[in-house]
């Protein structure tokens, strides 16, 4: 079930208008957020911590409700979705995976087609297909629990979990943050591939820029709450916004 | 000498027996622990470490009483008869359950099913509240507040205040399950509270990310989850209320606490372990079924196992099962007393309850009443005995028994709240008078004996000192300890007045407990002086010395028989019936049938039929 990229490339799958959320004494969390992703491309939103970037995931599928403005996915506002509804066509993924830990695999990644009533058959085909486009052979992992794995074994599930119902979109909430840098390496390369494959509309948080320049199509940096740069990542290396200076300088000598 | 010796073989045997395998099992567990450590499992090493750890306490708690009386015994310098004696009893223990098993059995069951309703209620309602705290955590703080003040309140006050508020399922199983049920409702709310938010909060998230509700949250992801410790406070509560449930005898609910309180109340030990060992197994087998169940449902745990322990608990139920149904073979058929009686015109739904009080001449007076009513009227009659301080009063008045036997003084003074009289006639008329206007309760005529406190000292010390009189005594009183029942204390004719009539002070305050235990503290030599009722059994059987009371301080006390005129008024053939006890029973009687029971440990019931019989002919 890929979906053909279609006439409408720079169609928005996700549109921010205008968008603020206070906390409760006032103070603002993100402020007057404007911005759109558009279908099949990888929005990395990245920033210091509490800049405000997950509260803007957040936003998306609604465990979050704007105190002004609208976030509008696939072309309805978020208020007028039913969360439950939106959430199953969001794939979500989180940094500590989240994964039960009183489900096997297989019953982790079943998830959503369980809720979603898929039939049993489709949803065991379905189990094999995403562990071997994860890269973890079906017959060894399946059966396991999630505290028999390594850490990059559980985000390869949190992804094929994500994955499970097809969603046109899919959150990533500093999904690789805890890994060793080598097995973070390897699975920024391989999801780089997967997404190449199978055009969803991402957007994806990170506080690592090394990875946000890897990734992205494009990315939007936040500071204190707003959106201070969304551009290209060859522009953002050239944008002369200080925390994207200071992002950058981070990288010592590494880049470019 | 040469039989006591030869029990000192299996009474080591014994030890050995009981310490070493739990030694062992202590031991294996320990090196289960390592390996796993060493295998890097250190969840289920900490698993391991801590089982054997408990079987560690296991093997000293068994091993260290048997060498603590071991050493006992020899250095009292005739260790073979110590050890003998010991062996003894167990061997008395052991027989005591074999005679009467069915009784045992049947009060283990009531025990049981009122934990079993008692905490299965407060699991069905607990749990539930439980997650509305966590989804409505303003609520939390109040709603546990207030269970931690129900599991604060004393088991004994708790029962007093529902007898009042629940008229008439004031005494007998239903306040025992209401107060059991409120005791066990805080582990539970708690547990279930703490273990629905002890969740991984990434876990919460992203269950609610991926859209499931808030029900598929709780039912697929936070119960599951919160399982093992929700479990734990079942187990917190069934344990403390297998614990609390020994107290309901109290009030008339039956289970273990029978022998409890029969025992303190006859000076018998054995009577005593024989409710408290039934009731620790029983709070150990419940905590370890608990146990199995969390394993079962474990979602960690693999199917092989999960059928092992399943057909593990199927086998202890069948063996269970198998032994009370061995147990109930040849019970004898509830003989209906209304088919017994020829010619009787008596609905077969006809019922009263006689009640008694919490101390053996009661219980053989209840009997009395209660096989007269049956044999000459064919009525049913339910027996709420063991209801201790006034609650046989307070059961009156609410509805929950029909009749009970009360003496004249104690109405006189402790219910009425007179002025104390020393004329008994004029005490008996004014307390009849005064139940029928106040209370609607009638009191039939005098049983014949009357019973009056009795002061006490050991025989040995009467004799040596030679006293005769409570004024002899006085002299002596300031050097020696006293203790009273709580009722002594505090009502206008007990210890106050007898201070002031015979000039007496002691060495301290006295110390005021439970009327049964001054029979013992007095016994064993902890205090000198104590006031104990004149017909006890185990005055005799205790070689006390019962001082006479020259300056007439004590008014006689009168036992009669009261009864709720609307039960008279239905029944009028039991009022024809009970006259037939007008009188009968004399002091000595009393004494004699006390002194069976109490010292000769005999059946109530057998001793109640044979003096019916005896008075017949």
Request: net charge neutral.
């Amino acid at each position: 079930m890929v979906q053909t990229p279609q006439d409408g490339e720079s169609e928005a799958v996700v549109e921010f208008r205008d968008v603020s959320l206070l906390a409760s004494r006032g103070r603002p969390i993100v402020s007057q957020l404007s911005f759109t992703v558009t279908r099949g491309e990888t929005l990395v939103l990245l920033g210091r911590s509490g800049s405000g970037k997950t509260t803007t995931l957040k936003l998306v599928n609604r465990l979050l409700e704007p105190t002004s403005g609208e976030v509008i996915v696939e072309g309805r506002p978020t208020s007028e979705w039913d969360a439950i509804r939106l959430r199953r066509r969001i794939g979500y993924v989180i940094q500590e995976t989240g994964l039960f830990p009183h489900f096997t695999v297989a019953r982790n990644i079943a998830l959503v087609p369980k809720l979603e009533r898929w039939p049993e058959e489709q949803i065991r085909e379905r189990i094999r297909g995403l562990l071997a486009l994860v890269g973890l052979d079906p017959g060894v992992f399946a059966s396991r629990y999630p505290r028999e794995l390594s850490g990059g074994q559980r985000q390869r599930v949190g992804v094929a979990r994500a994955l499970a119902a097809d969603p046109p979109i899919i959150l990533m909430d500093e999904p690789f943050g805890a890994l060793d840098p080598l097995t973070r390496a390897e699975l920024q390369r391989e999801f780089a591939e997967l997404t190449a494959r199978l055009n969803k509309t991402i957007v994806f948080v990170t506080h690592d820029v090394r990875e946000a320049l890897k990734l992205a199509s494009r990315i939007g940096l936040f500071r204190d709450g707003r959106l201070a740069v969304l551009d290209t990542p060859a522009k953002f290396a050239r944008s002369g916004d200080e925390e994207a200076v200071a992002f950058l300088d981070s990288l010592g000598g590494a880049t470019e | 000498m040469k039989p006591a010796r030869s029990y000192l073989l299996p009474s080591i045997l014994v030890t050995l027996l009981c310490c070493w395998p739990a030694g062992i099992v202590a031991i294996v567990y320990a090196t289960r622990a390592r390996k796993r450590w060493q295998a890097g499992e250190y969840g289920r090493a900490a698993e391991a470490a801590e089982r054997a750890r408990i079987w560690c306490w296991v093997s000293v708690g068994l091993g260290l009483p048997v060498a603590l009386l071991g050493l006992a015994a020899v250095m009292s310098g005739d260790p073979a008869g110590q050890v003998a004696g010991v062996v003894r009893d167990v061997i008395r223990f052991g027989s005591f359950f074999v005679a009467n098993r069915r009784e045992v059995t049947s009060l283990a069951l009531q025990h049981l099913l009122l934990v079993a309703v008692a905490t299965g209620a407060a699991a069905i309602v607990g749990v539930p509240v439980g997650v509305l705290l966590t989804r409505q955590r303003w609520l939390s703080k109040p709603v546990l507040a207030v269970a931690n003040i129900f599991q604060t309140v004393p088991s004994l006050a708790l029962f007093g205040f529902l007898i009042p508020l629940l008229g008439s399922h004031g005494i007998g199983r239903v306040p025992a399950i209401i107060a059991l049920f409120l005791y066990s409702l805080l582990p539970i709310i708690r547990n279930t509270f703490t273990g629905i938010l002890g969740v991984d909060p990434a876990v919460r998230e992203a269950a609610r990310g991926m859209g499931m509700t808030d029900w598929q949250l709780l039912i697929q992801v936070e119960l599951p989850l919160a399982m093992s410790v929700i479990i734990a406070g079942l187990r917190v509560a069934t344990v403390i209320s297998v614990g609390t449930a020994t107290i309901a005898a109290a009030i008339g609910a039956g289970g273990l606490g029978m022998y409890i309180f029969r025992g303190l109340r006859m000076y018998d030990n054995i009577l005593i372990l024989a409710g408290a060992v039934p009731a620790a197994l029983m709070a150990l087998a419940a905590d370890f079924t608990l146990g199995l169940i969390e394993k079962v449902i474990a979602p960690e745990t693999s199917r092989r196992k999960r059928l092992w322990v399943l057909v593990l608990m199927a086998a202890g139920v069948l063996i269970l099962g198998a032994a009370l149904f061995v147990i109930s073979l040849g019970r004898p058929d509830d003989q209906r007393p209304s088919q017994d009686v020829a010619g009787s015109e008596v609905s077969p739904g006809a019922r009263v309850v006689v009640g008694s009080k919490d101390f053996t001449e009661q219980f053989i007076l209840g009997e009395i009443v209660a096989q007269t009513i049956e044999t000459k009227t064919g009525i049913s009659v339910e027996r709420q005995f063991n209801l201790g301080g006034d609650l046989c009063h307070r059961a009156m008045l609410a509805g929950n028994v029909d009749a009970y036997v009360e003496y004249s003084g104690t109405a006189f003074t402790a219910i009425l709240k007179h002025q104390p009289l020393s004329d008994a006639r004029a005490v008996f008329d004014q307390v009849r008078s005064d139940y029928g206007e106040r209370f609607n309760l009638e009191v039939l005529e005098p049983l014949g004996f009357s019973s009056t406190f009795a002061i006490l000292i050991r025989g040995d010390v009467a004799r040596r000192l030679n006293l005769k009189t409570i004024s002899d005594a006085a002299r002596y009183a300031p050097e020696w300890h006293a203790a009273f029942g709580q009722d002594f204390m505090s009502r206008q004719d007990g210890y106050p007045g007898l201070a002031k009539a015979y000039d007496l002070s002691f060495a301290d305050v006295p110390r005021e407990m439970d009327l049964a235990l001054t029979y013992r503290a007095l016994a064993d030599g902890q205090v000198d002086f104590i006031a104990g009722n004149s017909t006890d059994g185990l005055i005799e059987k205790l070689d006390l010395y019962q001082l006479e009371d020259d300056r007439h301080y004590f008014p006689p006390y009168e036992a009669a028989i009261v009864m709720r005129k609307d039960t008279l008024a239905r029944f009028p053939q039991i009022a024809e019936a009970l006259k037939a006890l007008a009188g009968k029973i004399t002091d000595s009687d009393m004494r004699r049938m006390n002194y069976a029971v109490d010292a000769e440990h005999r059946d109530v019931k057998q001793v109640a039929r044979e003096f019916l019989s005896a008075i017949k002919h």
